[in-house]
């Protein structure tokens, strides 16, 4: 039975994969991304700041400007993984939007859809406890950076195997998941905010990715499995939730898969969210089942939040491969730690 979010409905009894992904070669990208980016001026702090206490005043450890934003983030490890990744966005014509129109054609990016606009590049202070890795994200976008409906082609989009999109231009972004599903391709998704637009977007996507705090805004339900599985009454795409060091579930079917999130020693967790979705693109892509799937994104993360930055921190699909050959855990056959 069909979706009106263009996957049929799947069941994980007997082992299950996720549906095929649009096949070669008619498809020119493996991934076209359409949402944000950013150039993060990153300070790392001894502790975190608090008003009113001996941490109201704390002199920075380090500095950096690096690459980053959401899409950005996320097309740049796709492309280390191997995909062939294509970027719809706008960027600004100061040195900031310079910067980060090289940084992602130096990876490998096709940035033929990327627009300029008279004006500065988004973005982002963050600062970073160096005792646990911990950020906080203050930013500020220009509102002529907003991509428009119009600027999502829809020859793109028919041309992926798979289209990931934000929810920062959120007009935009239903577009070109609108676009997806007319076209047969899956569409996943960064969504981390609750707007009067959210809903129409995660019922235009076939396969939502949510943070962790989006699911008890939009469901009511605080614990992620059944608030994922109350979602499934109006969705029956692919279901995915973040859950941050805890890991990360998926709903394919009505029955939830889990995999819990890799112990590592975090020096900067900014980024970790957007590597995860690559690696979860990357293994759909592959076939993978969901539990592989869920199991590469978390160790795609994980190594991500053992470095500085958002693109600075992105791993290499050997690297993902060989931290995954390090940290096997021993499983009984219903995929539960033993």
Same mark, same amino acid.
């Given at each position: 039975?069909?979706?009106?979010?263009?996957?049929?409905?799947?069941?994980?009894?007997?082992?299950?994969?996720?549906?095929?992904?649009?096949?070669?070669?008619?498809?020119?990208?493996?991934?076209?991304?359409?949402?944000?980016?950013?150039?993060?001026?990153?300070?790392?702090?001894?502790?975190?700041?608090?008003?009113?206490?001996?941490?109201? @005043?704390?002199?920075?450890?380090?500095?950096?400007?690096?690459?980053?934003?959401?899409?950005?983030?996320?097309?740049?490890?796709?492309?280390?993984?191997?995909?062939?990744?294509?970027?719809?966005?706008?960027?600004?014509?100061?040195?900031?939007?310079?910067?980060?129109?090289?940084?992602?054609?130096?990876?490998?990016?096709?940035?033929?859809?990327?627009?300029?606009?008279?004006?500065?590049?988004?973005?982002?202070?963050?600062?970073?406890?160096?005792?646990?890795?911990?950020?906080?994200?203050?930013?500020?976008?220009?509102?002529?950076?907003?991509?428009?409906?119009?600027?999502?082609?829809?020859?793109?989009?028919?041309?992926?195997?798979?289209?990931?999109?934000?929810?920062?231009?959120?007009?935009?972004?239903?577009?070109?998941?609108?676009?997806?599903?007319?076209?047969?391709?899956?569409?996943?998704?960064?969504?981390?905010?609750?707007?009067?637009?959210?809903?129409?977007?995660?019922?235009?996507?076939?396969?939502?990715?949510?943070?962790?705090?989006?699911?008890?805004?939009?469901?009511?339900?605080?614990?992620?499995?059944?608030?994922?599985? @109350?979602?499934?009454?109006?969705?029956?795409?692919?279901?995915?939730?973040?859950?941050?060091?805890?890991?990360?579930?998926?709903?394919?079917?009505?029955?939830?898969?889990?995999?819990?999130?890799?112990?590592?020693?975090?020096?900067?967790?900014?980024?970790?969210?957007?590597?995860?979705?690559?690696?979860?693109?990357?293994?759909?892509? @592959?076939?993978?089942?969901?539990?592989?799937?869920?199991?590469?994104?978390?160790?795609?993360?994980?190594?991500?939040?053992?470095?500085?930055?958002?693109?600075?921190?992105?791993?290499?699909?050997?690297?993902?491969?060989?931290?995954?050959?390090?940290?096997?855990?021993?499983?009984?056959?219903?995929?539960?730690?033993?």
């Amino acid at each position: 039975m069909s979706a009106g979010n263009g996957l049929p409905h799947h069941s994980l009894a007997g082992g299950a994969r996720p549906p095929a992904c649009a096949p070669e070669p008619e498809r020119r990208w493996d991934v076209v991304g359409v949402g944000a980016n950013a150039v993060d001026y990153v300070y790392r702090l001894p502790a975190a700041p608090q008003a009113d206490s001996p941490n109201a @005043k704390l002199r920075i450890t380090s500095h950096a400007v690096s690459c980053g934003g959401q899409m950005a983030t996320a097309l740049a490890a796709c492309a280390a993984f191997g995909l062939r990744a294509a970027y719809v966005g706008a960027v600004g014509t100061d040195a900031n939007g310079h910067r980060l129109r090289q940084e992602l054609a130096g990876r490998g990016i096709d940035l033929s859809h990327l627009v300029t606009r008279d004006g500065a590049n988004q973005f982002a202070v963050i600062t970073v406890d160096e005792r646990n890795g911990d950020r906080v994200v203050l930013w500020d976008r220009d509102d002529r950076l907003m991509l428009q409906p119009a600027e999502v082609p829809a020859s793109l989009i028919a041309a992926a195997r798979l289209v990931h999109v934000d929810d920062v231009d959120e007009e935009a972004a239903i577009r070109a998941a609108t676009l997806a599903r007319e076209a047969g391709v899956p569409a996943t998704s960064d969504l981390d905010r609750v707007t009067n637009r959210t809903a129409e977007l995660v019922q235009a996507l076939s396969i939502p990715i949510f943070a962790e705090h989006v699911l008890p805004a939009i469901t009511g339900e605080a614990d992620p499995e059944r608030a994922l599985l @109350k979602l499934r009454a109006t969705h029956n795409g692919i279901l995915c939730v973040t859950l941050g060091p805890r890991g990360s579930m998926m709903l394919m079917g009505d029955e939830p898969a889990y995999e819990p999130g890799f112990v590592v020693q975090a020096v900067d967790t900014t980024g970790a969210g957007d590597v995860f979705r690559a690696g979860f693109i990357h293994a759909l892509l @592959k076939g993978e089942s969901p539990h592989d799937i869920l199991r590469f994104a978390n160790a795609a993360a994980a190594v991500s939040c053992t470095r500085a930055g958002a693109l600075n921190s992105v791993p290499t699909l050997a690297e993902v491969t060989r931290f995954l050959d390090e940290h096997q855990i021993a499983r009984s056959p219903d995929h539960q730690i033993i």
